[in-house]
């Protein structure tokens, strides 16, 4: 089981200097665009990610698959390699991160606030799915994902 834990930080000197003091393997940096905010995520006590974003209330999300952690944070979605805490890529989403959907074998999928993308392991886009509201509820079921927008619309988009 992976223990995750957010530590918020008054800056991006402070989160430096409390990373310096861990005896934990630091990973590179990810930093958003207009990054305002600072913290870092520690997972099962062993690794940091330090991360600046701009603060948008919604806290950093993590998946862990093979030997990749992807990280979800305001507009960016960023995959490393855990043996070497190497960043490997930092994808810009449409609009704000929301929550990883899938990730297996052939892709990384995630939603954001209007819409769905799936991106290789590298980090390369495949495709985009992007609705006409803010999503309100989805599922995934079978490489398609199911739900509807803020305004009532339903909406099915296959992934294959």
């Not at 003091?21 to 990973?27: A, K």
């Not at 665009?33 to 974003?53: H, Q, R, V």
């Not at 899938?102 to 769905?116: C, K, L, R, Y």
């Amino acid at each position: 089981m992976n223990i995750v834990s957010w530590t918020q930080c008054d800056s991006r000197n402070d989160m430096l200097a409390r990373l310096s003091m861990v005896d934990s393997q630091v990973f590179d940096e990810l930093i958003t665009e207009d990054a305002n905010t600072w913290g870092y995520l520690t997972l099962n006590k062993k690794k940091c990610i330090p991360i600046g974003f701009a603060n948008v209330g919604l806290s950093p999300e993590i998946f862990l698959h093979n030997k990749m952690l992807y990280v979800g944070i305001t507009d960016t979605v960023a995959g490393f390699d855990v043996s070497r805490g190497q960043l490997i890529f930092s994808y810009k989403a449409p609009t704000v991160f929301h929550k990883f959907i899938n990730i297996d074998e052939e892709n990384v999928i995630f939603q954001d606030e209007m819409g769905f993308i799936g991106l290789t392991h590298n980090g390369n886009e495949k495709w985009v799915k992007l609705c006409s509201d803010i999503i309100d509820t989805c599922y995934f079921s079978k490489n398609t994902i199911y739900g509807e927008t803020l305004d009532g619309e339903k909406f099915k988009f296959s992934i294959t």
